[in-house]
């Protein structure tokens, strides 16, 4: 159907014990929240990485980013400009005047 | 739209909703779609189905959680919409959208599906990833706002509100393995982007 799912074909059939990054670096997506990875494919990321330094490197710098994302959303602040404040207070009152 | 409707104790104030709570929603809408003028409409939408909602309003939570919770649904209906409306945003035909080749060796080459080299992670350096908060921040809503849209609402829930996979699959109707090629493909633009605008040793 889509070209997701084209993917997601590829992802189902294609892991064995010699994995390629494409699919080292999507296995190891999938461990950081699901924690546990079937028999085989635990195995098989474990020893990719133990090679390679590309998905080594990326493995963590995932893990920096799913922190300092999670940290800048919690603390960062936008604001409105006083204009569109205006406007909001407006339309309010006038609601609420018309009820 | 269902608007929760709890039981007695907190007040609404309407007249200081704006001065208290405005800023707040603005930011938290922003963060998950990553459009100003989209989060600056779902800040007026939650206010005023706030007012209509507001004899539903029992005070069981405090007024910024009912409105905060409010303006949820309404993202999430957004997500929605731009998925539904854009079948093809979960689809390769999305123009910004970067193709595995672009990380991955093709899978019909020699060593197929290893790091094709030009896009390799590269060391980052340590001080950026100390956080500086506002500029970091900026880089973070740009990169965002360069995947596609049905991308940005996953990888926001997940990232932002931590909402487990099953509960995304469910808001959003796509399937589990779909879901695990986006977080995969989000994944990897990002990382890209906030290396070569971010974290650059």
């Known amino acids: 159907m889509s070209g997701d799912d084209k993917h997601t074909h590829y992802f189902a059939s294609t892991i064995g014990w010699n994995l390629c990054c494409k699919q080292a670096t999507y296995l190891l997506l999938k461990k950081e929240e699901v924690k546990e990875l079937s028999f085989k494919e635990e195995w098989a990321l474990k020893f ?17 980013l799913n922190q300092m994302i999670g940290k800048t959303v919690l603390t960062s602040k936008a604001q409105l400009l006083q204009r569109d404040k205006d406007k909001l207070k407006l339309l309010i009152n006038s609601n609420l005047n018309g009820n | 739209m269902a608007i929760p409707a709890p039981t007695s104790t907190h007040k609404l104030e309407p007249e200081k909703w704006v001065d208290n709570y405005a800023d707040y929603l603005f930011t938290y809408a922003i963060s998950r779609i990553s459009d100003e003028d989209e989060a600056r409409d779902l800040v007026q939408d939650t206010f005023l189905s706030a007012l209509k909602g507001k004899d539903n309003f029992k005070g069981e939570a405090n007024e910024k959680t009912w409105l ?37 060796r093709d899978d019909d080459g020699s060593r197929p599906g290893h790091w094709a080299g030009k896009n390799n992670p590269q060391p980052w350096s340590e001080q950026k990833t100390n956080l500086e908060q506002g500029e ?7 990169c965002l706002s360069k995947l596609p849209k049905a991308w940005t609402s996953v990888f926001s829930m997940k990232f932002m509100d931590d909402e487990s996979s099953e509960s995304i699959c469910k808001e959003l109707g796509i399937s589990t393995s779909n879901y695990w090629v986006i977080i995969h493909r989000a994944k990897l633009q990002m990382r890209e982007c906030l290396e070569k605008n971010w974290f650059k040793a």
């Not at chain 1, 990485?49 to 995932?62: E, H, T």
């Open chain 1, 48 to 64: 990719h990485l133990s090679f390679c330094k590309f998905c080594k490197l990326f493995r963590k710098q995932s893990a920096i």
């Open chain 2, 68 to 104: 905060v919770s409010i303006l949820k649904r309404k993202i999430i209906d957004l997500y929605r919409k731009n998925a539904v409306r854009k079948e093809q945003s979960f689809e390769e035909s999305d123009s910004y959208k970067v193709a595995y080749d672009h990380y991955f």
């Open chain 2, 136 to 142: 970091f921040r900026r880089i973070l809503v740009a």
